[in-house]
T-cell receptor, first 109, second 116 residues
Framework: DQQVKQNSPSLSVQEGRISILNCDYTNSMFDYFLWYKKYPAEGPTFLISISSIKDKNEDGRFTVFLNKSAKHLSLHIVPSQPGDSAVYFCAESTDKLIFGTGTRLQVFP | DTGVSQNPRHKITKRGQNVTFRCDPISEHNRLYWYRQTLGQGPEFLTYFQNEAQLEKSRLLSDRFSAERPKGSFSTLEIQRTEQGDSAMYLC??????????????FGEGSRLTVL
């Protein structure tokens, strides 16, 4: 049973607009949720995280929102840039990471 | 380059052969993780070490898979009697102990296995 779900396999957004990537989870016993970004032929790289005791964390153009009652996590990228085009994975962390299946974001000019 | 290094980057083998992958983590990182990623899926946890101790193994890690980290530095992942279903990208990551629970791992570029 998938503990972390990303139901949208792909998303296409125009440059300058907001990108919203979503993630649902089942396990409430986690310490952190994270977003990783992956370019082709590279390993995933850490993007932003949020503690289980918070509901929002912001870092520049990236903001992560955590809705514990809905068991839902989202990543907002604003404004979106062509260099943001990549696969984005959400992941929950205890002592290890459990990843979702990923969402491919394409930002077009 | 002080990042996580994985070798070989790509391995093609015939079914039934043994393969071994090596991971050199960032030097000051105590924790080392192995993940496997197949097409259209996220990375799946296989096992992790803290120094030389293997602390957890996934049910995905069958008896044909073995991982070691003999001196708490580099690690090897061996797959014996490979099967076509083993074809995947094998990812290694490292972290200091302090960020183990926060999930900030540093990944290598991966070793892609193709079993014919």
């Amino acid at each position: 049973d998938q503990q972390v779900k990303q139901n949208s396999p792909s998303l296409s957004v125009q440059e300058g607009r907001i990108s919203i990537l979503n993630c649902d989870y089942t396990n409430s016993m986690f310490d952190y949720f994270l977003w990783y970004k992956k370019y082709p032929a590279e390993g995933p790289t850490f993007l932003i995280s949020i503690s289980s005791i918070k509901d929002k964390n912001e870092d520049g153009r990236f903001t992560v929102f955590l809705n514990k009652s809905a068991k839902h996590l989202s990543l907002h990228i604003v404004p979106s840039q062509p260099g943001d085009s990549a696969v984005y994975f959400c992941a929950e962390s205890t002592d290890k990471l459990i990843f979702g299946t990923g969402t491919r974001l394409q930002v077009f000019p | 380059d002080t990042g996580v290094s994985q070798n070989p980057r790509h391995k093609i083998t015939k079914r039934g052969q043994n393969v071994t992958f090596r991971c050199d983590p960032i030097s000051e990182h105590n924790r080392l993780y192995w993940y496997r990623q197949t097409l259209g899926q996220g990375p799946e946890f296989l096992t992790y070490f803290q120094n030389e101790a293997q602390l957890e193994k996934s049910r995905l890690l069958s008896d044909r898979f073995s991982a070691e980290r003999p001196k708490g530095s580099f690690s090897t992942l061996e797959i014996q009697r490979t099967e076509q279903g083993d074809s995947a990208m094998y990812l290694c990551a490292s972290s200091p102990v302090s960020s183990g629970r926060t999930g900030e791992l540093f990944f290598g570029e991966g070793s892609r296995l193709t079993v014919l």
